[in-house]
């Protein structure tokens, strides 16, 4: 298991830009791939992107691809999100995902972080 925690988020504008991060510890941080997924307000929580476990791949919902970006330092044990282009329909609370057993399948999760963008 690992212990996942975001930060950066907050409130913005639309057309501003916004970097999470979600910094992890425990098991061994470059050896799994982490996503990155958001739940607004009365829906589910949809998939945003994902990052292999050595940052070469990288795959996104349709609904962010060009405006977001995932990154990670495994260094750092930090893996980011790095949001352009904020329209409203971004806010939502963002949380971090880890494939820690690599089943392809997020078995720890972060306490998210609430990104809000205004009109």
């Known amino acids: 298991q690992v212990q996942l925690v975001e930060s950066g988020g907050g409130l913005v504008q639309a057309g501003a830009s916004l970097r999470l991060s979600c910094a992890a510890s425990g098991r061994t941080f470059s050896a799994y791939a982490m996503g990155w997924f958001r739940q607004a307000p009365g829906k589910e929580r949809d998939f945003v992107g994902a990052?292999?476990?050595?940052?070469?791949?990288?795959h996104y919902a349709d609904s962010v691809k060009g405006r977001f970006t995932i990154f990670r330092n495994n260094a750092k044990n930090t893996v980011y999100l790095q949001m352009n282009s904020l329209k409203p329909e971004d806010t939502a609370v963002y949380y971090c995902?880890?494939?820690?057993?690599?089943?392809?399948?997020?078995?720890?999760w972060g306490q998210g972080t609430q990104v809000t963008v205004s009109s």
């Open positions: 995902a880890a494939d820690t057993m690599r089943r392809g399948q997020y078995d720890s």
């Open positions: 990052i292999s476990w050595s940052g070469s791949s990288t």
